[in-house]
Structures are given as structure tokens and as C-alpha cells.
């Protein structure tokens, strides 16, 4: 999480932002995936809103992280606008883990305080010493974000229609990458998901209705040998 921070305090420098807006933007987005997202569109001569918005797109899971949680912590309504905050991958993946929701609760609020610290603390300093390194892209430092995204989303692939959405997402990204103006394969990688779930769902269709067929001839058949019996 700490070379995350500050790959990203550097990407964010190389890509223009001053060191005021890179911090502003760790301090209130504080979801590595999406502030990677925004600043490298911007970085390749993107429109600020397409930028935004596959920004905002990456940080929908987050939401729906929120749902499960909610349960799990089932937080006073007064805290729970703070502790939307924390949650990101590694909150949720720390918290679930958890036996009990007072372990839980503990869980999360150690670990989402001690990522914003040292998210925010690294984010300033990769800002601050970006010139001193140079030439950033050099160094590779850009991908360790998307690096740790991934190293966290394999293990939560399990099924088949989960790993059909994420490898229809990548040809989706990198196949559109050099036709389309930055940031907007993110956006089209989006459309992997209620892609691969309509497929899926028209194959248990599908399925559903052969085996009907199959049971309504088996009873036909059932039917036509009862009726010889009888007439014998």
C-alpha cells in the first residue's frame, strides 16, 4: 500500500496535478484503482470528464463493498458516513474475515486507518519527490496501483462466469485502448459484466427448457405405454 501511495503521488505529478490537488484527491477519493484511473487519462491528453468518469465507474465496487458491510458491522447510523470512507479492497477483505463483528469492527478500524495514514503520508511524499526521480515513466512506479488491484481481485475469481467477466473486461480495455480517446475502454470494459451475465442467463435458460422437453417426452412415452398395456 505504501509504494502504491507513492507511485501514485508520483503519476499524479508526472501527469500535471500540483501537489495540493494529488493530496486533496487522496484525502477524499482514497481508492487507489480509481485515482490511478483518473490521473493516467489525464496524463495521455483525455477529456477531464471521460477521466472522471472511469474514475467513477472503478469506484462503484465500493458501493456495493458498503452493502455487505453494513451488515457485517452494523455501525451507529452517525458513524457510518465516516466509515464509508475506509472502505475499499482491503477494509472489506480484512473485515469479512473476521470470526466475530466485534473482530470485525476491530479489524476495520484498524485497518482503514492505518491505510488512510500511510496512503495520504505516501501520496505526499511520492508528490513531493517526483522531480526528484525524473523521468517518472522510467521507473514503472504506475503500475504497482493496478499491480495490488490485481494481486487482490484473482483470489476472489472463483467462479467460471467471474473469471468470463474479468477476461471479457481485459480484451474489452486493451483491445479499445488504441482506438479510443483516453479513458473510455474503462468505461467499455463495464459492459463485460451484464455481457457475460445475459450469455449465462440464456444458457440456464436454455437449459431449463430442454430439460422440460426432455421431461414432457418421457412422460408422452410413459403415457403411449400405459395405453398398449391397456389395450392388450
Not at 41 to 51: D, E, H, I, Q
Not at 91 to 120: C, D, E, H, K, M
Request: aromatic fraction near 6%; include cysteine; charged fraction near 15%.
Amino acid at each position: 500500500m505504501g509504494l502504491s501511495g507513492f507511485a501514485f503521488g508520483v503519476t499524479s505529478a508526472g501527469s500535471g496535478l500540483t501537489l495540493p490537488q494529488t493530496c486533496v484527491l487522496s484525502l477524499l477519493v482514497f481508492t487507489g484503482a480509481s485515482q490511478f484511473a483518473l490521473v493516467g487519462a489525464l496524463a495521455a491528453g483525455g477529456n477531464p470528464l471521460t477521466a472522471a468518469a472511469g474514475a467513477f465507474f472503478l469506484g462503484v465496487r465500493n458501493a456495493f463493498y458498503g452493502l455487505r458491510l453494513s451488515q457485517v458491522l452494523a455501525l451507529p447510523r452517525g458513524i457510518r458516513p465516516l466509515a464509508a470512507q475506509w472502505v475499499i479492497d482491503e477494509t472489506t477483505a480484512v473485515t469479512l474475515a473476521q470470526p466475530t463483528r466485534r473482530s470485525a469492527r476491530i479489524g476495520f478500524t484498524v485497518t482503514g486507518l492505518s491505510l488512510y495514514v500511510l496512503w495520504n503520508l505516501t501520496t505526499f511524499l511520492g508528490a513531493l519527490g517526483a522531480k526528484a526521480l525524473g523521468d517518472t515513466d522510467a521507473w514503472g512506479l504506475d503500475a504497482a496501483g493496478p499491480a495490488v488491484f490485481l494481486a487482490l481481485l484473482a483470489p476472489m475469481l472463483k467462479t467460471t462466469t467471474e473469471r468470463a467477466v474479468a477476461a471479457l473486461a481485459v480484451l474489452l480495455g486493451l483491445g479499445l485502448l488504441p482506438v479510443l480517446p483516453a479513458g473510455v475502454p474503462v468505461l467499455a470494459a463495464a459492459l463485460a459484466a451484464p455481457a457475460v451475465l445475459y450469455l449465462e442467463g440464456r444458457r440456464r435458460a436454455d437449459g431449463a427448457q430442454d430439460d422440460a422437453d426432455d421431461v414432457r417426452e418421457d412422460a408422452h412415452g410413459d403415457l403411449c405405454g400405459d395405453v398398449r398395456e391397456e389395450d392388450r
